[in-house]
């Protein structure tokens, strides 16, 4: 029964006539992992780790509000996601960034339960992004705000204490949450997933978010780089030969035998417009990388065509430039494939200066472009680019 009211609401988010942007909505709420806890401290909340969205939703809560309160909540929780305020979060302070991302969002859904934060309660101007409203919360501010909570919760005969802001949902989970470049890249997957499933047209919120995860990111693209590459994992055998480092006296148990090391693949764009000094920044960079999460490195230059391959020494940082025409990373696809290249993760350094339509082949693996000119029109899900600054 708990369940079912739940699922109603959901089923109404995503089909609502009377709203074609709840349609977008109730989309981002369908992809998230769903757990219906009676335990949950909080009407709802949302999270992400192990790489997925975590909704959870208290049902014995969430019953007491109708049918459009209950989507308004579910709209909260999509918009927490969208503007990806737990990453956001940073070191912040927590509760002063509760009432600021309330505020931020708040003021665009519809049956909103009353008592809950808005721009006007912070005696702020409206459709700005919650760091505005951060920086301008005062003691008396958060005082007030959370006299609000105090009224909110009462008016459903729920505990709330007086001195802690309590927003309709839970924050908390966010201090659970990545918080760092690749939760920024599961939002954006996210949106696209959402808004190529969508009908209509998209919501001014969303687009105002979409604006916002547009903008540089400060993180550095090693730390991304070394997310993607942690999910590469050596393989292993058994061996007599290895001592058991465990049970190191025991010599009737085998030790473990590496048999499989994942590979990175670096391609080099050698053209006229690359200098030397872009191209080994990035490449020492990277080896720093692979000696720290284990991976085989081959380093492969091209400008129009191959120009060499090496596999590195993570000892050597020489690099010996073999090219200087123009510029065609295909080829390198077509050489790795041709020579059946065993690999788990492509990383391209270049100017941005080359076209996917060229290519025959769009390689599965993760895909890492590091520009240092041209932004390009990224080809998978799973590729991503930064500046090399």
């Known amino acids: 029964m708990k369940n079912t009211i739940i699922e109603k609401a959901i089923i109404n988010l995503?089909?609502?006539?009377?709203?074609?942007?709840?349609?977008?909505?109730?989309h981002i709420i369908a992809q998230c992992y769903i757990n219906i806890d009676e335990k949950f401290d909080g009407i709802a909340g949302v999270g992400y780790w192990n790489d997925k969205f975590n909704l959870y939703i208290n049902p014995d809560l969430f019953k007491l509000f109708s049918i459009d309160e209950q989507k308004a909540?579910?709209?909260?929780?999509?918009m927490h996601i969208i503007f990806n305020h737990f990453s956001r979060q940073e070191e912040k302070d927590h509760e002063k960034w509760n009432i600021a991302t309330d505020a931020a969002i708040n003021q665009f859904i519809k049956n909103i339960p009353s008592n809950c934060i808005l721009p006007e309660t912070l005696c702020e101007p409206r459709e700005m992004y919650a760091e505005f409203y951060y920086e301008n919360i005062s003691r008396e501010t958060i005082k007030r705000c959370c006299n609000l909570s105090v009224k909110l919760y009462k008016s459903f005969d729920l505990i709330s204490t007086?001195?802690?802001?309590?927003?309709?949902?839970?924050?908390?989970?966010?201090?659970?949450?990545?918080?760092d470049l690749y939760t920024k890249e599961a939002v954006k997957n996210l949106l696209d997933n959402?808004?190529?499933?969508?009908?209509?047209?998209?919501?001014?919120p969303v687009q105002k978010a979409l604006k916002l995860?547009?903008?540089?990111?400060q993180i550095p693209?090693?730390?991304?780089?070394r997310r993607i590459m942690s999910n590469s994992k050596n393989f292993f055998e058994p061996s007599y030969k290895k001592v058991n480092r465990r049970f190191f006296k025991r010599i009737d148990l085998p030790g473990k035998k590496v048999f499989y090391i994942p590979t990175l693949i670096c391609i080099i764009d050698v053209s006229g417009s690359m200098t030397s000094k872009e191209i080994i920044k990035g490449i020492i960079e990277i080896k720093k990388i692979c000696k720290i999460t284990n991976h085989k490195l081959v380093l492969i230059q091209v400008d129009t065509k191959v120009q060499d391959i090496t596999k590195t020494d993570f000892k050597n940082h020489s690099f010996t430039r073999q090219g200087n025409?123009?510029?065609?990373?295909?080829?390198?696809?077509?050489?790795?494939?041709?020579?059946?290249?065993?690999?788990?993760?492509?990383?391209?350094?270049?100017?941005?200066?080359?076209?996917f339509n060229s290519w025959k082949q769009i390689p599965k693996v993760p895909m890492f472009f590091l520009i240092t000119q041209k932004e390009i029109e990224l080809p998978t899900k799973k590729s991503y680019q930064f500046l090399l600054k």
């Open 14 to 26: 995503i089909s609502d006539p009377r709203d074609k942007d709840n349609c977008f909505y109730g």
């Open 73 to 78: 909540i579910l709209i909260h929780e999509a």
């Open 162 to 179: 007086c001195n802690v802001y309590k927003s309709i949902d839970n924050h908390e989970l966010w201090n659970k949450s990545n918080n």
């Open 194 to 204: 959402v808004i190529e499933k969508s009908v209509g047209r998209i919501p001014i």
């Open 213 to 217: 995860l547009s903008e540089e990111s």
């Open 221 to 225: 693209w090693q730390k991304i780089l």
């Open 325 to 355: 025409g123009g510029t065609d990373l295909y080829p390198a696809i077509e050489y790795i494939y041709e020579h059946k290249f065993s690999y788990d993760i492509l990383v391209f350094i270049t100017d941005g200066y080359f076209n």
